[in-house]
């Protein structure tokens, strides 16, 4: 299986290059957040619990997270690796997501951090605010999120380091560019 975990700050283009990746290399895209708003959309219950955490650009706890994430993957047994995208976002949960896999007999076999710097992140999302109907997406939100993101999220990348399995690709600049970048990254992986 090839498992790669796509991280970066919100607006980074995770979403977007996880939907190219899953085409070229037939994975299966696990990203939390969409997971989460589908959830909200169609009113279930773990939807009602964690519907105003989105709004308001907060974490949702990590056993709710873990366990959605578990039960997504569990939903995909003949797949041939998966991209997480919004997933770790913190350490307990990426030490779950070892241990899960470990379980499973199957590994992550790389993660690439896609750079972006702050001003170009607060530009893109105030631009896709427009069109992505996302109430997380107003400039109070993004703020509580992008410090989520420093408080939390940030210390995953150490994590991933101690295990050599960090890699950062400049997220900055065409969407191909970067895409290509992203392959030849991935390519190594899987030699
Ligand atoms: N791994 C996670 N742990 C906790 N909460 C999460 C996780 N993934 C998504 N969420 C929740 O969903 C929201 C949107 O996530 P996502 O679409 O990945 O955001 P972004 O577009 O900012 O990368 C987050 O602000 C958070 O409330």
Redesign the pocket.
């Known amino acids: 299986m090839l498992n790669l975990v796509l991280f ?5 283009g ?2 977007t290059q996880s939907e190219k990746l899953i085409a070229k290399y037939q994975l299966v895209h696990v ?4 997971l ?2 589908a959830h909200v959309k169609g009113e279930t219950e773990l939807g009602k619990k ?1 519907s105003q ?2 709004a308001d ?6 056993a709710i ?1 873990i366990a959605m ?1 578990e039960e997504e993957v569990d939903k995909n047994p003949d797949a041939k690796g998966f991209v997480f ?6 350490v307990p ?1 990426a030490i779950e997501l070892d241990l899960f896999l470990e379980r499973k007999g199957s590994k992550i076999a790389g993660v690439i951090a896609l750079d972006v710097d702050q001003d170009e992140l607060t530009k893109r999302i105030a631009e896709r605010h427009k069109t992505s109907g996302r109430p ?1 997406d107003d400039a109070e939100k993004l703020k509580k ?1 992008i410090s ?1 993101y420093f408080d939390k999220t940030i210390h995953v990348l150490p994590y991933y380091e101690e295990q050599g399995k960090l890699n950062k690709v400049n997220g900055i600049g065409e969407i191909e560019t970067v895409y290509n970048d992203l392959c030849a990254v991935i390519d190594q992986y899987k030699v």
């Open positions: 970066g700050p919100p607006g980074a995770k979403g990203s939390t957040g969409d989460f708003r964690v955490l989105l650009g907060e974490l949702v706890p990590d997270t994430l995208d919004g997933f770790p976002r913190t949960q997380d999120r989520e």
